[in-house]
């Protein structure tokens, strides 16, 4: 299971029909983000990973949107299907229900202690691929790497697709993220620690511990799933690599930086090294992002540069975000699908979950739940919003059990069938995500649920609720069984 490195994986997509190569000049200024969001949303047929190998100016080729469809984001994490996570930590969750908060609580921590296991623990290597060459002082910059501006009001050019790690100042947990980063110069770059998110807690910690440096390492490439483990919602005291480590089914191998105190994967292409001044923070943007629009200039912290280390003949992942589908959906996707056995360990009750691309992720939840007594579907919503950062949902929509929420035409008309608007809502205000421009105060505005359930006379229904349209079972096998001899192709 699992892949030693980048090279690996594009072998396996490769094998498989599912990268191009493209040897045509291309630039890395705005062109290759025009043909990713082509191939992005285009027909299914034409939606393969991409490794652009003449990159204008670079001798670094470029590959993007390995991530690009449910089959190939599938594979990075060793399992042929998405639904193949749901089972495997499925698989380390006792078959019964927990019978209470202390179960379930208890039950979260054996899933993080099988993550813990001694054999999924990284392992320190003296000799890494990602150091075969060392630039250091002087040399210890970003010019030669094929950095994308993917869209033209972009402040500049942006690293998109990075393992961004740091260690809780107080308590010396490692911390791996996925956050943007804008090239300021060829020293330093700007470090998006959203307010969410595990960079900035050891920013504000170290602001308070009165350090004046934060040691950071900034990776890129490696096993697939290392890269996509440090966009997961993990409790903050669980380190990444643990969770790519069980994906893989063998230990992170990671190398000590030769300049910052931490630690990076081996095997990645590419590793910049340097520090953030808690105290120091620079105007960080405009920025395309997955929402659909510009986020707007704000102040975020500066990394300082003091190594880069890369192998002899690197390759530079990125990705592009924008307007969904994306490359982005389908790593959100991966998520949902691996965290769904997490949310019924709490919400027993869920049977499915999906966040689909319309929503942006924080934008939309659909949830279908085997409704047991009035006003179970407020209860969920609530619930929800008080997991993680599920919190930041802004519509949670909740249906009865035999509703396929996968199918969002599906779950569209049960809900405008289902709601009566004036009854079936909750609306209340609380934390948003700090990239949503509709909430009039950062970070904070209002959210909907959405009672799209078959409404009981227990909660106050006193009409009677009509049946649904089904055609008889056996009606429906006679014509399947005679369908070759109606001509109807």
């Known amino acids: 299971m699992g892949y030693r490195d980048l090279r690996a994986f594009i072998e396996r997509l490769e094998g498989a029909g599912e990268l191009v190569r493209v040897q045509a000049p291309v630039s890395a200024h705005l062109e290759i983000t025009e043909i990713v969001d082509r191939v992005s949303k285009g027909p299914a047929e034409r939606n393969k990973a991409l490794l652009f190998e003449r990159v204008k100016g670079y001798d670094i080729p470029v590959l993007i949107n390995m991530f690009g469809s449910s089959r190939r984001m599938a594979w990075a994490l060793g399992v042929e299907s998405l639904d193949g996570l ?26 993080w202690g099988a993550l ?29 790497l094929p950095i994308l501006q993917c869209w033209p009001e972009d402040g500049v050019r942006y690293i998109t697709l990075p393992t961004v790690i740091s260690r809780d100042p107080e308590t010396g947990i490692r911390n791996v993220g ?56 993990l409790p903050p005291d669980i380190d990444e690599f643990l969770l790519a480590g069980w994906l893989r089914g063998r230990p992170v191998e990671l190398a000590r930086c030769v300049t910052q105190p931490l630690e990076v994967p081996a095997h990645a292409e590419i590793v910049i090294e340097g520090y953030v001044d808690p105290d120091e923070r620079r105007p960080e943007g405009p920025f395309g992002d997955h929402t659909g629009y510009y986020t707007p200039v704000d102040d975020y912290p500066v990394m300082h540069i003091t190594a880069v280390t890369h192998r002899r003949q690197p390759i530079y992942p990125a990705t592009v975000v924008g307007r969904p589908p994306m490359e982005d959906y389908w790593m959100g996707k991966a998520t949902e ?37 009035p006003g179970h579907a407020r209860k969920v919503i609530n619930g929800l919003w008080g997991m993680g950062l599920m919190m930041l949902s802004k519509c949670i929509i909740v249906f009865d059990e035999h509703v396929n929420v996968q199918d969002v035409s599906e779950a569209m008309f049960y809900a405008l069938n289902n709601v009566d608007w004036a009854r079936d809502i909750i609306i209340q205000e609380g934390p948003v995500d700090a990239l949503d421009h509709a ?7 209002g959210k909907i ?20 349209i089904e055609m008889a079972e056996p009606i429906r096998k006679l014509v399947t069984e005679r369908w070759g001899e109606y001509g109807i192709r």
């Open 116 to 144: 813990r296991a001694v054999g999924l623990r990284p392992n320190i290597v003296r000799k890494a691929p990602v150091q075969e060459v060392v630039l250091t002082g002087e040399r210890a910059t970003l010019k030669h």
């Open 449 to 468: 649920g959405i009672d799209a359930t078959v409404k009981w006379p227990e909660e106050g229904y006193r009409r009677e609720w009509p049946k649904r």
């Open 337 to 373: 699908r691996l965290f769904l056995p997490l949310m019924k360990l709490f919400l027993s009750e869920i049977v499915d979950v999906n966040m689909p691309a319309e929503g942006v992720f924080h934008n939309l939840v659909l949830v279908s739940i085997r409704k047991r007594f």
């Open 178 to 233: 996925m956050y943007r980063l804008q090239v300021y110069d060829e020293r330093t770059l700007g470090m998006h620690w959203q307010l969410h998110k595990g960079g900035a807690e050891h920013e504000r910690k170290a602001r308070e511990m009165g350090r004046d440096r934060i040691p950071v390492a900034v990776s890129l490439g490696g096993d697939p799933a290392i890269i996509w483990a440090g966009s997961a919602p």
């Open 439 to 445: 909430s009039y105060r950062f970070a904070f505005g």
């Open 86 to 111: 749901t089972n495997r930590l499925s698989a380390l969750i006792r078959p019964e229900l927990p019978r209470g908060l202390g179960q379930a609580l208890g039950r979260a921590g054996e899933i």
